[in-house]
C-alpha cells in the first residue's frame, strides 16, 4: 500500500480505542504531519501496544503511561507510590518513563520529550535526551522522587545518544528508544552499552506507527480492542511481519 493511499484508509475513521487510550483523527493528522510534536496521546498508546503486544514475554520491563508520569512529576515523593503501586513496578526490573520537561512553563511550544529508565539490573537511573541537556531540571526532580519511593540512592547517567535533527522529533526518539532499550535490556540484562537508534528508524518511525494503526483496526471488526482483557488479535504472519520491522 502506497504512503498516500495509507494515509487516507487510517485516516477515514477518526477513532481507534486501544486498551485505554483512544487515538482520533487529529493524532492521526499529527502523525502524517512531519512538523508536528507527537502527543501524551501517541505516545501512551504506542507504549500499551510495547507494553501488551510487543514485549508481553518481558515480564521484567514496564513503559509507565506517560499521564501517570506527568503526575508523579507534580506529586510530593511520599505520595507517588498511589500511581506507581497499580502498575506493580516493584516486581519489574526495567522502568520506562517518557519525561515531559518543559523550559518555560508559559510558553508550552518549548516542551519537551526525554526517556528516563530506571534499571534495577544495573542499579542506575539512566537518561536518553535527544536534545541533551533540555530536559535537566525535570530529570533531577524525577529521578529524586524515584530514589525516595525504592529507598535507593543510585547514580543518574547521561546516555550518548541519537540526537534530534528536527525539533519535533524528541516524541518520536523516546518511542524508539524505548523499543531499543527493551529488546536490548531483556536479554542482556543491562541497560549499558546499549546500541543508538538509527536515523533510518526515526525517519520511519511515524509511517511504522500509522500503518499499525491502520493494522489494529483492521484486524478486528471490532474496534474496541482490550488489550488485556482479550487474547492477541493478531496472527502469526503479522508478528512475523512486525518483527522484520523491529529496530
Known amino acids: 500500500m502506497s504512503k498516500r493511499a495509507l494515509d487516507q484508509n487510517v485516516a477515514s475513521d477518526t477513532s481507534l480505542t486501544f486498551g485505554e487510550t483512544r487515538v482520533t483523527g487529529s493524532d492521526i493528522r499529527i502523525l502524517n504531519n512531519t512538523n508536528a510534536w507527537l502527543t ?36 510530593p515523593a511520599n505520595e507517588i507510590g498511589a500511581f506507581l503501586e497499580p502498575l506493580e513496578v516493584d516486581q519489574k526490573d526495567l522502568i520506562i518513563f517518557a519525561l515531559h520537561g518543559v523550559a518555560d512553563s508559559e510558553d508550552m511550544d ?70 531499543q532499550i527493551i529488546t536490548y535490556a531483556a536479554k542482556a540484562r543491562t541497560v549499558n552499552d546499549c546500541p543508538k537508534v538509527s536515523e533510518k528508524a526515526i525517519n520511519e518511525y511515524r509511517q511504522k506507527m500509522l500503518k499499525l494503526i491502520w493494522k489494529l483496526k483492521h484486524s478486528s471488526s471490532i474496534y474496541q480492542i482490550k488489550s488485556k482483557q482479550q487474547p492477541s488479535l493478531f496472527s502469526k504472519s503479522w508478528h512475523d511481519e512486525h518483527d522484520r520491522d523491529r529496530f
Not at 48 to 72: D, G, M, Q
Not at 138 to 152: D, G, H, P, T, W
Open 110 to 179: 518549548h516542551s519537551h520529550w526525554s526517556l528516563l529508565v530506571y534499571s534495577k539490573w544495573d542499579n542506575k537511573i539512566f537518561h536518553f535526551d535527544s536534545q541533551n541537556g533540555y530536559n535537566n531540571s525535570a530529570v533531577r526532580s524525577l529521578s529524586e522522587k524515584l530514589q525516595v519511593y525504592f529507598n535507593i540512592n543510585v547514580e543518574v547517567k547521561e546516555v550518548e545518544c541519537l540526537q534530534q535533527k528536527k525539533p519535533q522529533d524528541c516524541g518520536i526518539h523516546v518511542l524508539a528508544n524505548a523499543e
Open 40 to 75: 501524551e496521546t501517541l505516545i501512551a498508546f504506542y507504549f500499551e501496544f510495547l507494553n501488551s503486544r510487543v514485549f508481553t514475554s518481558y515480564k521484567c520491563s514496564i513503559c509507565v503511561p506517560p499521564e501517570i508520569t506527568a503526575l508523579i512529576q507534580i506529586t
